[in-house]
Protein backbone atom coordinates (compact mmCIF):
# COMPACT_ATOMS: atom_id res chain seq x y z
CA UNK A 1 0.00 0.00 0.00
CA UNK A 2 1.53 3.46 -1.03
CA UNK A 3 1.23 5.81 1.42
CA UNK A 4 1.57 9.76 0.71
CA UNK A 5 2.82 12.02 4.00
CA UNK A 6 -0.10 15.24 5.05
CA UNK A 7 1.92 17.51 7.19
CA UNK A 8 -0.33 18.72 10.22
CA UNK A 9 -2.86 21.68 9.48
CA UNK A 10 -3.89 24.40 11.25
CA UNK A 11 -7.26 22.55 13.18
CA UNK A 12 -5.92 19.38 13.53
CA UNK A 13 -5.32 17.82 17.08
CA UNK A 14 -2.11 17.22 18.39
CA UNK A 15 -0.49 13.81 18.47
CA UNK A 16 -1.50 11.33 19.97
CA UNK A 17 0.09 10.37 23.41
CA UNK A 18 -0.97 6.36 23.44
CA UNK A 19 3.06 5.58 23.41
CA UNK A 20 3.09 4.69 27.55
CA UNK A 21 6.77 6.15 26.78
CA UNK A 22 8.28 8.77 25.16
CA UNK A 23 10.25 7.24 22.37
CA UNK A 24 7.37 5.38 21.39
CA UNK A 25 5.47 8.64 21.84
CA UNK A 26 7.69 10.11 19.51
CA UNK A 27 7.30 7.83 16.61
CA UNK A 28 3.52 8.18 17.20
CA UNK A 29 4.15 11.79 15.58
CA UNK A 30 3.23 10.22 12.37
CA UNK A 31 -0.13 8.42 12.34
CA UNK A 32 -2.23 6.87 9.49
CA UNK A 33 -5.50 8.62 8.36
CA UNK A 34 -7.06 5.98 5.76
CA UNK A 35 -3.92 5.87 2.85
CA UNK A 36 -1.78 8.98 4.13
CA UNK A 37 0.58 8.98 6.62
CA UNK A 38 0.04 12.51 8.47
CA UNK A 39 3.03 14.08 10.23
CA UNK A 40 2.06 16.35 13.10
CA UNK A 41 5.28 18.13 13.29
CA UNK A 42 5.36 21.24 10.07
CA UNK A 43 7.37 23.53 11.92
CA UNK A 44 9.89 23.81 14.91
CA UNK A 45 7.39 25.26 16.69
CA UNK A 46 4.97 22.29 16.27
CA UNK A 47 8.30 20.18 17.79
CA UNK A 48 8.44 22.29 20.54
CA UNK A 49 4.96 22.32 21.80
CA UNK A 50 5.55 18.31 21.57
CA UNK A 51 8.11 18.30 23.67
CA UNK A 52 5.91 20.76 25.96
CA UNK A 53 3.25 18.40 26.34
CA UNK A 54 5.61 15.88 26.76
CA UNK A 55 7.36 17.70 29.89
CA UNK A 56 10.95 17.57 28.33
CA UNK A 57 10.60 21.37 27.49
CA UNK A 58 9.27 24.32 29.18
CA UNK A 59 7.34 26.78 27.26
CA UNK A 60 10.05 29.63 26.29
CA UNK A 61 8.72 32.76 26.60
CA UNK A 62 10.93 35.13 24.85
CA UNK A 63 13.15 31.93 23.61
CA UNK A 64 14.01 31.69 20.34
CA UNK A 65 13.30 28.13 18.92
CA UNK A 66 16.42 26.39 17.14
CA UNK A 67 15.83 26.77 13.24
CA UNK A 68 16.89 22.94 12.86
CA UNK A 69 14.28 21.74 15.19
CA UNK A 70 12.23 20.47 12.95
CA UNK A 71 14.46 18.77 10.66
CA UNK A 72 17.11 17.74 13.93
CA UNK A 73 13.89 16.22 15.35
CA UNK A 74 12.27 14.21 12.49
CA UNK A 75 16.02 12.92 11.80
CA UNK A 76 15.90 11.84 15.58
CA UNK A 77 12.38 10.37 14.56
CA UNK A 78 13.82 8.39 11.93
CA UNK A 79 16.67 7.24 13.75
CA UNK A 80 14.32 5.91 16.53
CA UNK A 81 11.94 4.22 14.03
CA UNK A 82 14.41 2.24 12.03
CA UNK A 83 16.09 1.04 16.05
CA UNK A 84 13.38 0.36 17.63
CA UNK A 85 11.60 -1.83 14.49
CA UNK A 86 14.97 -3.42 14.36
CA UNK A 87 14.94 -4.62 18.02
CA UNK A 88 11.09 -5.86 17.40
CA UNK A 89 11.79 -7.86 14.43
CA UNK A 90 15.03 -9.43 16.12
CA UNK A 91 17.60 -8.06 13.79
CA UNK A 92 20.38 -5.63 14.95
CA UNK A 93 19.60 -2.63 15.59
CA UNK A 94 21.96 0.88 13.57
CA UNK A 95 23.09 2.62 16.41
CA UNK A 96 24.85 5.42 14.76
CA UNK A 97 22.79 7.90 14.00
CA UNK A 98 21.24 7.22 17.52
CA UNK A 99 24.56 7.81 18.82
CA UNK A 100 25.04 11.35 17.05
CA UNK A 101 22.07 12.69 19.01
CA UNK A 102 22.93 11.01 22.06
CA UNK A 103 26.54 12.14 22.03
CA UNK A 104 25.27 16.19 21.08
CA UNK A 105 23.06 15.90 24.15
CA UNK A 106 25.31 17.81 27.22
CA UNK A 107 24.22 17.56 30.79
CA UNK A 108 26.29 18.37 34.06
CA UNK A 109 25.27 16.73 36.85
CA UNK A 110 24.16 19.46 40.14
CA UNK A 111 23.54 18.56 43.52
CA UNK A 112 20.71 20.95 44.85
CA UNK A 113 18.53 21.00 47.83
CA UNK A 114 15.22 19.22 47.71
CA UNK A 115 12.18 20.98 49.18
CA UNK A 116 12.65 19.42 52.50
CA UNK A 117 15.91 20.39 52.67
CA UNK A 118 17.05 16.88 51.58
CA UNK A 119 20.27 16.58 48.96
CA UNK A 120 19.02 15.80 45.22
CA UNK A 121 21.11 14.79 41.96
CA UNK A 122 19.67 16.26 39.20
CA UNK A 123 21.16 17.06 36.02
CA UNK A 124 21.13 20.37 33.78
CA UNK A 125 21.39 21.32 30.12
CA UNK A 126 24.20 23.01 28.84
CA UNK A 127 23.16 25.24 25.84
CA UNK A 128 19.97 25.66 24.38
CA UNK A 129 19.86 24.53 20.96
CA UNK A 130 18.24 21.53 19.20
CA UNK A 131 20.51 18.50 20.99
CA UNK A 132 19.69 20.53 24.21
CA UNK A 133 15.91 19.62 23.78
CA UNK A 134 15.84 16.52 21.98
CA UNK A 135 18.66 14.62 24.13
CA UNK A 136 16.27 13.47 26.44
CA UNK A 137 14.13 11.99 23.83
CA UNK A 138 17.45 10.00 22.53
CA UNK A 139 18.40 9.33 26.21
CA UNK A 140 14.48 7.50 26.33
CA UNK A 141 14.99 5.98 23.09
CA UNK A 142 18.34 4.50 23.83
CA UNK A 143 17.17 3.08 27.53
CA UNK A 144 14.28 1.74 26.03
CA UNK A 145 16.61 -0.39 23.64
CA UNK A 146 18.66 -1.63 26.54
CA UNK A 147 16.29 -2.10 29.35
CA UNK A 148 12.59 -3.14 27.53
CA UNK A 149 10.92 -5.53 27.11
CA UNK A 150 10.33 -5.90 23.51
CA UNK A 151 7.61 -8.34 24.34
CA UNK A 152 5.79 -5.49 25.63
CA UNK A 153 6.82 -2.77 22.78
CA UNK A 154 4.15 -3.51 19.88
CA UNK A 155 2.25 -1.91 17.02
CA UNK A 156 -1.54 -1.24 16.94
CA UNK A 157 -3.07 -4.15 15.42
CA UNK A 158 -5.57 -2.49 13.43
CA UNK A 159 -3.91 -2.66 9.86
CA UNK A 160 -4.98 1.15 9.37
CA UNK A 161 -3.09 2.07 11.86
CA UNK A 162 1.09 2.39 12.47
CA UNK A 163 0.79 3.81 16.39
CA UNK A 164 3.38 2.35 18.79
CA UNK A 165 3.02 1.61 22.67
CA UNK A 166 4.51 -0.36 25.73
CA UNK A 167 2.01 -2.69 26.97
CA UNK A 168 1.92 -1.99 30.65
CA UNK A 169 -1.82 -3.45 31.17
CA UNK A 170 -2.08 -6.33 33.85
CA UNK A 171 -2.25 -9.32 31.58
CA UNK A 172 -0.11 -7.65 29.37
CA UNK A 173 -2.69 -8.41 25.98
CA UNK A 174 -3.11 -5.14 24.96
CA UNK A 175 -3.91 -5.18 21.00
CA UNK A 176 -5.14 -1.70 20.26
CA UNK A 177 -2.73 1.89 20.38
CA UNK A 178 -6.55 3.33 21.88
CA UNK A 179 -9.53 0.95 22.99
CA UNK A 180 -12.01 4.17 21.80
CA UNK A 181 -10.20 4.57 18.31
CA UNK A 182 -8.60 1.60 16.67
CA UNK A 183 -10.29 -1.01 19.40
CA UNK A 184 -14.18 -0.19 18.56
CA UNK A 185 -13.31 -0.21 14.52
CA UNK A 186 -11.95 -3.39 15.05
CA UNK A 187 -15.42 -4.22 16.91
CA UNK A 188 -17.58 -2.78 14.35
CA UNK A 189 -15.76 -4.48 11.66
CA UNK A 190 -16.18 -7.76 12.90
CA UNK A 191 -19.79 -6.63 13.83
CA UNK A 192 -20.36 -5.90 10.56
CA UNK A 193 -18.97 -8.84 8.90
CA UNK A 194 -21.41 -11.44 11.54
CA UNK A 195 -24.26 -9.20 10.26
CA UNK A 196 -23.82 -9.80 6.64
CA UNK A 197 -22.39 -13.31 7.11
CA UNK A 198 -26.15 -13.91 8.92
Not at 58 to 75: D, Q, Y
Not at 166 to 183: A, F, I, L, V
Request: hydrophobic share 35%; aromatic share 6%; charged share 25%.
Amino acid sequence: MSATTLQKSAGMPEAPQVGDHLALDLLNTEARRQDQVVDYWATGEDVHRWLVRQGVATESAGNEIPTNLLVRGRELRDAVREAISARKAGGPVAVDALNQHLQAYQTSPLLQRDDTGGLALTRIRRGDGSASLLGPVAEAAAQLLVEGDFALVRQCEHPDCILWFYDRTKSHKRRWCSMTQCGNRHKAAQFRKRSHAG
